[in-house]
């Protein structure tokens, strides 16, 4: 969490020219490197850490519809995912976190011994709308299609703040306390980062997506006219700050009216909770990348239901 004072922030100047336009014009070359970086073949590890949770995808994409990935929470593997044209395989890992899971469907007996199951309602949509929103839960079809598909989301990164602007710490704009990715070696690629907006007391506050334009620092590195790594910080105010009254304000209410304590601390606490730190990496292979159908039985229409991906059908009552 940022203690600062108030700072203007400036788009760096660079030999494309100068201000919102030059910055424009570079994120559309990174539309393009982007675009082609997606279409490649490619290993990838995505991080992600907030909530008090570390979640860790490593995985292989041969295109949008041949994938496999691995899930990890807080260290510990808890499933593997394949999707296959328009079939979508699940193995548990975690045998244990599932040990009081009642199993009268056969096919979810089979995944809590640790068996490969098929999902008869295929591969997740390509424009699913779990994927591109938010972070749906594990297991949810959605969870690993957006890890997959994170490369896309670099244009929307970059335009969130005040464009892309290339790395320079010779540059007279370059503010130290701003560059949270500093330790990250110059031998990774070409680095661009994009800052935050200047911050609007109107903002409401009503999800951490209204508040990345104002405190969202990301940046991307490009080698071989290919990204090859993507950081993201959502660095929220320490609870104390003037410049941020009205943002407190709108988080002691939410506290207020969730019957929560709303002092000083609770509201520090609650914005702490809402930061993420996200790293994705990618490595383009050369050759062809080959994910093979596992064997697997099917039909695992109340796993999802068993595992938390989804919410159980909604009951019956009876007016009696």
Known sequence: MRKFALITLAVLVTSCGRGSAAAETRVKDLDRIAARTALAPKSFESVTIGGGSTLRVTGEVQDDFIYHGVVEQDGQEVYEEIVKDDSRYLRLLDLDRFAQVQALDPALAALLRGEWVADPKGAPSEFSLEAASGSPPLFHPGFLLGRVRFIEKVPSIMRAGRGATEYNTDSVEYLPQDDRFRGISASVGKRFDSL???????VPFVSTAALEPYFLYSALWIKGGQVVRVEKTLDLPDGTDAQYRHLYEEA??????????????????????????ESYRLQIS??????????SIGDF????????????????????
């Open 196 to 202: 935050p907006r200047a911050f609007d007391p109107s």
């Open 301 to 320: 229409a109340t796993i999802l239901v068993a595992l938390g991906a989804t919410p159980p059908p909604p009951q019956e009552v009876s007016s009696q």
């Open 286 to 295: 050369e050759n062809n990348i080959v994910i093979p159908a596992p064997a």
């Open 252 to 277: 002691r209410r939410i506290l207020q009216a969730s019957g929560r304590a709303s002092n000083t601390e609770a509201v520090r606490n609650l914005l702490l909770s809402l930061e993420t730190k």
